[in-house]
Structure formats: structure tokens, C-alpha cells
């Protein structure tokens, strides 16, 4: 089976280097291996799943690479009993009632002149496939990503959270960029496929037939000098030092055995709370009375506070 090649790529794909311009540009600061990735699943039209801890930016590279694109992003949250009537259509009921009351209405001029039981019958089946029919489908997610004739992003959040029956509903759409609708049939994607991002948290093991139709990229906990490029991109107005120390009491924090190690996301909302305090040095006062922004727990809390003045020291004379 020959891929499906872009049409009309941006100028931003048209290589590695440039993809990881445009994220840049965009604020999202990556390694080249997310760059490179992009690039493959824009040009090989492959799904990519991305796998790592929360918070470190899988979502969002859905987000930067649909504004990077300038394509509509499709979003759909995953969550246990997801199942096509979420995920791919569902019939307009409702509709369907009223087209059925206005048949019974016009059931004299359907029916016409047939004379016999089975001619009746043969004359209501004509109308049989009008209730099943496009006027009748609701699009969900997938097939609203499939119709759009530009190309779309489509990211599938946390499909660890999913069971495995919602798996299978995705092999045919991943494969193919198509769905089969049995009332109706195959639709396939009446223009550009989309861009696929499926993220996961790594809270279930994803089956094998679901990650061969998928590029693989894990996404770890950045290492300090690139978790300040985050911080510089995010939150531009931070001073380099306090950047510095910032970066250092997060990665310092990340090595302690906590029920919740802080994210790069708590570490922007940590920066933008100092900025917010007016903060320009780090010290074990602002560090005590502000560290519920960066721990979610508070046995996490109870553990790291007898340690803020070693920690504060530790920073302070890297």
C-alpha cells in the first residue's frame, strides 16, 4: 500500500530544522527527536504516539503543531467506556422521530396504488435507507477530522485511559484514514488526512496492533538546560538567576521519592507565581509559602519541607 503524500506542505515542514523553528516560534521548545518526529508524521502521514510523564508537554505539542500547521484542532479527551457513539457518529435520533411521523403522515401517497401486502412492503423499503442516510449522521471527533478537506490535527488525549475495545474502533481510522459506517459504508478522508497525536500517560500498557500503525516518541522530564529554555520561552519577563535557581530546587525536587514529581508545567506556573510576587531571588520563605504550586500532595509537602533551607543552599551555590 503506497502513504499518502502531503499536499501543499507548509514551508515549515519542509525540513527537520525548520519544523523545529517553527515549534520554537511557537514557543514550544523540544529535542530535535520531537522535531524529527513531526516531520515524519506530516510527510509519511503516520500517527504518533506520545508517551511520557504528565505534564511534560505532549498535549501541547498537538496544540503548537495545529498553530504551527495553521490546520483546525480536533481534540478528543479519552476516558474508560469511550465508545464510537463519542468517538465516530451517532444517529439524529430525534430526527429520525420526526421524518418517521411525517411518513406516517404521507403513508397514503407512499403507498400509492399498490395492491397487494407485498408491493406495500416493497414500496416502504425504498425509503428504508433515507433514515441511515448522511442527512441523518452526527460526526463526532474522528469523522469530523476525516471531512476536513484542508487537513486537521485530531489529538487523542490520554488513550490510556480508554479500554481496549476503543483501541480496536481506531485500528481501521489509523490505518487507513478511513471509518465504516454499516448503514452507510467506507468514508475515507475526503481530503488531506489528518495529522494524528495520540498521547498517553503510561498508566496502562497500549496494545501491540495499536503502536505498530504509530510512530513512537517519549517525551521525558527535561534536563535543566533545556527546562530553562522552556521558562525562558514561557515565561519571558523571569530573571536569569531566579530562572536558574528555579530550575535547579524543580530538578533537585525530581530526585526525591514523591507521590507526584513536579512537571514542566508546575515549573512554568511556579515561575509565573514569582514573577507575579515580584520574587528576584529564591529563598526558603517564598519557597515554603508557594511550593503547593509546585506539589499536588500534602504528604509531598509534609516530606520536602524540613528540607527547603538545604535546598535553598543547594541552588543558591550551584
Request: hydrophobic share 40%; proline share 5%; aromatic share 6%.
Amino acid at each position: 500500500m503506497s502513504l499518502p503524500s502531503i499536499a501543499n506542505p507548509t514551508d515549515c515542514t519542509q525540513s527537520v530544522e525548520t519544523i523545529g523553528q517553527a515549534l520554537r516560534s511557537h514557543g514550544y521548545i523540544g529535542s530535535d527527536r520531537i522535531a524529527t518526529v513531526v516531520y515524519l508524521a506530516c510527510h509519511l502521514r503516520k500517527p504518533v504516539l506520545v508517551e511520557g510523564p504528565p505534564g511534560v508537554g505532549k498535549t501541547e505539542l498537538a496544540r503548537i503543531t495545529a498553530r504551527m500547521l495553521d490546520l483546525p484542532l480536533i481534540r478528543l479527551q479519552c476516558y474508560e467506556g469511550l465508545d464510537e457513539a463519542k468517538a465516530l457518529y451517532e444517529w439524529k435520533y430525534g430526527k429520525q422521530l420526526l421524518y418517521i411521523q411525517m411518513l406516517k403522515e404521507k403513508l397514503d401517497d407512499v403507498l400509492g396504488s399498490a395492491s397487494t401486502l407485498r408491493e406495500s412492503v416493497e414500496r416502504l423499503h425504498r425509503h428504508d435507507d433515507i433514515f441511515f442516510s448522511e442527512d441523518f449522521l452526527e460526526p463526532r471527533p474522528l469523522l469530523k477530522a476525516l471531512r476536513e478537506t484542508n487537513g486537521s490535527v485530531l489529538l487523542l488525549d490520554e488513550i490510556d485511559k480508554s479500554d481496549e475495545a476503543f483501541e480496536s474502533l481506531l485500528l481501521e481510522m489509523l490505518a487507513d484514514y478511513q471509518i465504516t459506517i454499516p448503514e452507510i459504508g467506507t468514508i475515507k478522508a475526503s481530503g488531506r488526512p489528518p495529522v494524528v497525536f495520540l498521547t498517553s500517560n503510561n498508566t496502562r500498557e497500549i496494545s501491540d496492533a495499536l503502536k505498530r500503525r504509530c510512530l513512537h516518541l517519549y517525551i521525558p522530564f527535561p534536563d535543566a538546560r533545556l527546562e530553562q529554555q522552556i521558562i525562558e520561552a514561557q515565561v519571558p519577563e523571569i530573571g536569569a538567576e531566579l530562572r536558574r535557581q528555579l530550575v535547579d530546587f524543580v530538578q533537585a525536587l525530581r530526585e526525591m521519592d514523591l507521590r507526584k514529581t513536579p512537571a514542566i508545567s508546575e515549573t512554568i506556573d511556579w515561575a509565573r507565581t514569582l514573577v507575579l510576587l515580584n520574587i528576584s531571588a529564591l529563598d526558603a520563605r517564598w519557597a515554603a509559602d508557594t511550593l503547593n504550586v509546585l506539589l499536588k500532595f500534602q504528604d509531598d509537602i509534609d516530606r520536602v519541607e524540613p528540607q527547603l533551607s538545604t535546598l535553598i543552599r543547594r541552588v543558591a551555590g550551584a
